[in-house]
């Protein structure tokens, strides 16, 4: 009997079109002989469609070879096992891993908190640091309707103005600094902000996208990536290094341009290398994560200090993507990868 295996991709986020992509080659490399698929799209909007090929899948305005599933509850209760290839808001943040737990079948990946943890960029700095993992310092503020609040370490909060924050900045952080929302993906919202009128104009960008906002100091040094995949038993793959054709990874040297270069292995002292494996895993566990992540940290020039910059829990998967590359690279295939993550989802 084959697996009956619900791939859903599309979804309500900035990364619609990247996750139809990761979900075009996972379906390609997925073994035809074991899983009955079950290609879901979910468009923008958030209606449910099935997808009618298995052979390619081409997301046109017209929704060619799709049909509208009215009741999704349903339709996903008949399934053995989900595999979400979703990326940011709405797909790797909790929300529809909790849909998943309310059908009571397995699924690929993290679980609600691990998820919306690992979305959340304050959230997830708030747990690495009790986990003792060095990464940045950073400043958290919060905003409401052109308000801006400042919480402190212990959450207390107080009202600032863009002077004073950006004045804290400078005495606190330094220049250069980067401004993020707390819940986005793909660097949208993201700026770097090498002085204060910068800065002040950063942050009203950033608070487009949400009303958690993130002020880090900025690491100048490599740009590391490594995977891991497991639940109990972690195992972390090679560090993988990227180049970003850009002054930083924004969302167009990821996804545009082409003169943006990854490196596998990364070019890091063998020692420094074992580290990040070793952290990755750690703060993977920090999540409670489940099944798989990509856990990305900085190097810093000279000094060779390791950061932690952030864990994805649904990383870029087509075939020429980080995660499935970095596993590639210490011999496991692209098709066993997707078997192993399966197995890992149906094991819990
Ligand atoms: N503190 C920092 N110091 C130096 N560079 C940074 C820092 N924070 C972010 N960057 C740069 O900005 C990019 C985007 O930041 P970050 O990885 O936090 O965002 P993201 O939107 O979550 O990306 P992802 O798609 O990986 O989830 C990084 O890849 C890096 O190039
Ligand atoms: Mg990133």
Same mark, same amino acid.
């Given at each position: 009997?084959?697996?009956?295996? &619900?791939?859903?991709?599309?979804?309500?986020?900035?990364?619609?079109?990247?996750?139809?992509?990761?979900?075009?080659?996972?379906?390609?490399?997925?073994?035809? /002989?074991?899983?009955? *698929?079950?290609?879901?799209?979910?468009?923008?909007?958030?209606?449910?469609?099935? +997808?009618?090929?298995?052979?390619?899948?081409?997301?046109?305005?017209?929704?060619?070879?799709?049909?509208?599933?009215?009741?999704?509850?349903?339709?996903?209760?008949?399934?053995?096992?989900?595999?979400?290839?979703?990326?940011?808001a709405?797909?790797?943040d &909790?929300? *529809?891993?909790?849909?998943?737990?309310?059908?009571? !079948?397995?699924?690929?990946?993290?679980?609600?908190?691990?998820?919306s943890v690992g979305m959340d960029k304050v959230y997830t700095k708030i747990?690495?640091?009790?986990?003792?993992?060095?990464?940045?310092?950073y400043i958290y503020l919060k905003n409401?309707?052109?308000? %801006?609040?400042?919480v402190?370490?212990?959450?207390?909060?107080? /009202?600032?103005?863009?002077?004073?924050? $950006?004045?804290?900045?400078?005495?606190?952080?330094?220049?250069? @600094?980067?401004t993020k929302p707390s819940n986005s993906g793909?660097?949208?919202g993201i700026?770097?902000?090498?002085?204060?009128?910068?800065?002040?104009?950063?942050? #009203?960008?950033a608070s487009?996208f949400d009303s958690k906002i993130l002020i880090e100091?900025?690491?100048?040094?490599?740009? @590391?990536?490594?995977?891991?995949?497991?639940?109990?038993?972690?195992?972390?793959?090679? @560090?993988?290094?990227?180049?970003? $054709?850009?002054?930083? +990874?924004? %969302?167009?040297?990821? +996804?545009?341009?082409?003169?943006? #270069?990854?490196?596998?292995?990364?070019?890091?002292?063998? #020692? @420094?290398?074992?580290?990040?494996?070793?952290? $990755?895993?750690?703060?993977?566990?920090?999540?409670?994560? #489940?099944?798989?992540?990509?856990?990305?940290?900085?190097?810093? !020039?000279?000094?060779?200090?390791?950061?932690?910059?952030e864990?994805?829990?649904?990383?870029?998967?087509?075939?020429?993507?980080?995660?499935?590359?970095?596993?590639?690279?210490? &011999?496991?295939? %692209?098709?066993?990868?997707?078997? !192993?993550? *399966?197995?890992?989802?149906?094991?819990?």
């Amino acid at each position: 009997m084959k697996t009956k295996l &619900g791939l859903i991709f599309g979804g309500m986020s900035t990364e619609n079109e990247v996750s139809v992509m990761s979900a075009n080659s996972i379906l390609q490399n997925l073994n035809k /002989d074991k899983y009955e *698929i079950y290609p879901i799209y979910i468009t923008k909007e958030g209606d449910w469609y099935k +997808y009618k090929k298995l052979d390619n899948i081409e997301i046109d305005q017209n929704l060619s070879n799709t049909e509208k599933i009215e009741n999704i509850i349903r339709y996903l209760q008949d399934l053995d096992v989900i595999f979400p290839v979703l990326h940011g808001a709405f797909g790797e943040d &909790g929300t *529809i891993q909790g849909l998943f737990e309310m059908t009571k !079948k397995p699924y690929v990946g993290c679980g609600v908190l691990a998820s919306s943890v690992g979305m959340d960029k304050v959230y997830t700095k708030i747990i690495f640091n009790r986990a003792n993992i060095n990464q940045a310092r950073y400043i958290y503020l919060k905003n409401y309707k052109y308000k %801006y609040i400042y919480v402190d370490e212990e959450f207390n909060e107080k /009202d600032i103005t863009l002077d004073e924050i $950006a004045d804290m900045v400078e005495n606190k952080l330094g220049f250069p @600094v980067f401004t993020k929302p707390s819940n986005s993906g793909s660097s949208v919202g993201i700026n770097k902000a090498k002085n204060k009128e910068d800065l002040k104009e950063h942050i #009203k960008y950033a608070s487009q996208f949400d009303s958690k906002i993130l002020i880090e100091e900025g690491i100048n040094g490599q740009e @590391v990536e490594c995977a891991v995949l497991g639940n109990e038993k972690v195992v972390a793959s090679c @560090v993988g290094e990227i180049k970003p $054709a850009e002054e930083f +990874y924004s %969302y167009d040297a990821k +996804y545009e341009d082409e003169n943006s #270069k990854t490196l596998i292995p990364a070019n890091l002292d063998e #020692k @420094v290398s074992e580290e990040i494996r070793k952290l $990755a895993v750690k703060a993977f566990k920090a999540i409670d994560g #489940k099944g798989l992540s990509r856990v990305d940290f900085f190097v810093e !020039k000279d000094t060779n200090k390791i950061y932690i910059n952030e864990i994805n829990t649904l990383p870029g998967f087509t075939k020429i993507s980080m995660y499935p590359k970095l596993f590639e690279q210490v &011999g496991i295939k %692209y098709s066993d990868l997707l078997d !192993k993550l *399966i197995e890992l989802a149906i094991s819990l």
